[in-house]
């Protein structure tokens, strides 16, 4: 077994490597061709700078046919009765128009097959004077145009055929994974909307992952292959309000040691926050086993906002901040960098202390008389109508 994976390995690397002496000769040949043709005209730079522009005008144009032809097909659907997947249909505008350009593409060409010798001569004869216009301008136009148009073709349609599809099938399922973020949290379930939230823009490439994730294949499993981490670690999840393990029995499994069972603890901890603990969310936070532990120790904490006292919010806030700014924490522009700005985001603020109230010392009456506030009547009514009973001076 292990032969055959280094046997497939050394052929892979064979054909990566072909592939990168083919991209680096072909148009070097054409270059140099084009050089040594300039080098015999009277005005060389003029017959240079026209050549290489002919050059990269038939590479675009060629290019551009490629990408028409090597433009993927959207499929009809995976489910049943060929009904798409997901919420939303694929914009399919762009491969009916490549279809119908390929179609009058090859039409006319085919037509016009009789006087291709002819439109080459035309062609070579409108483009000799940029190569000097001396004897041997027109064929060497006409076999440079037709040279870098078939390679920028076949660049084209290569980079199209092998880039294109992956690019799209990556876009569709971080679209599918926000719109079931978005779904989990309409249903309540905040901690399993920002994982598939933070998985989407994985997909996208806006944010790098732990070390343990990136192994995790990022294509949807096929049928029987073996469910990654975080495939393991959602299903926990989701079954925690199920479960009859209590809060002491989850925080001895965390505090067991073994890092599958402190990963299976953690899972239960986001699935109920009841069964949370504190003090093991923030050791996993500040002391992780892996950049996988500490991720979903992260996804219990942001479980736990709604339910934390101020103090142990407190505590919360200062182990994030320390992880952030620590060099060997949490790595900037990580999945997990951008779920503790997030929760640092979501805590409150600490409570200020209660301002001690400052009464204003009051202007004494008449000789004798305390302080008008400090006078208080039996009944407030009949205060009220003392001052109008008293006598005018």
Do not use: C
Not at 180 to 199: T, Y
Not at 219 to 229: C, D
Request: proline share 7%; hydrophobic share 45%.
């Amino acid at each position: 077994m292990a032969g055959k994976v280094r046997r497939a390995g050394s052929a892979a690397a064979a054909v990566h490597a072909a592939q990168r002496v083919a991209a680096a000769v072909l148009p070097g040949v054409g270059v140099l061709g084009l050089l040594l043709f300039s080098l015999g005209r009277e005005h060389a730079w003029q017959a240079l700078g026209g050549g290489l522009v002919v050059a990269g005008a038939s590479t675009v144009l060629g290019g551009a046919l490629g990408f028409l032809f090597g433009v993927p097909r959207v499929r009809g659907g995976s489910g049943p009765g060929g009904e798409a997947h997901g919420s939303y249909a694929p914009n399919t505008n762009l491969e009916q128009v490549s279809d119908w350009l390929t179609k009058v593409l090859l039409g006319v060409g085919l037509t016009q097959l009789g006087s291709l010798g002819e439109r080459m001569h035309q062609l070579g004869s409108a483009l000799a004077p940029a190569l000097g216009g001396a004897e041997g301008a027109v064929p060497f136009a006409a076999a440079l145009v037709l040279y870098f148009l078939v390679l920028g073709f076949l660049a084209g349609w290569l980079v199209t055929r092998l880039a294109l599809p992956q690019v799209l099938s990556d876009a569709d399922e971080a679209l599918d994974l926000f719109l079931a973020g978005q779904d989990r949290d309409r249903r309540g379930d905040k901690v399993g909307a920002d994982d598939l939230r933070v998985r989407a823009m994985q997909q996208l490439g806006l944010l790098g992952g732990a070390a343990d994730r990136a192994e995790e294949p990022a294509r949807r499993p096929s049928a029987g292959a073996v469910p990654g981490p975080a495939t393991v670690m959602a299903e926990v999840r989701s079954a925690a309000r199920r479960s009859a393990l209590t809060a002491d029995q989850v925080r001895e499994l965390f505090a067991d040691g073994d890092e599958g069972r402190r990963l299976q603890a953690l899972a239960l901890m986001q699935g109920d926050p009841a069964l949370a603990d504190l003090p093991g969310v923030l050791d996993a936070i500040e002391h992780p086993r892996s950049g996988f532990e500490q991720y979903n120790a992260l996804l219990a904490a942001r479980g736990l906002l709604n339910v934390l006292p101020a103090a142990e919010a407190q505590r919360l806030r200062d182990a994030l901040a320390g992880q952030l700014v620590a060099a060997d924490g949490i790595p900037y522009g990580s999945d997990r960098s951008w779920l503790a700005e997030k929760i640092l985001s979501r805590l409150e603020a600490p409570a200020l202390p209660p301002q001690q109230q400052i009464s204003l010392p009051q202007q004494a009456g008449p000789a004798g008389e305390a302080p008008a506030q400090a006078q208080a009547g039996p009944e407030p009514s009949q205060a009220q109508a003392e001052p109008s009973q008293a006598p005018r001076p």
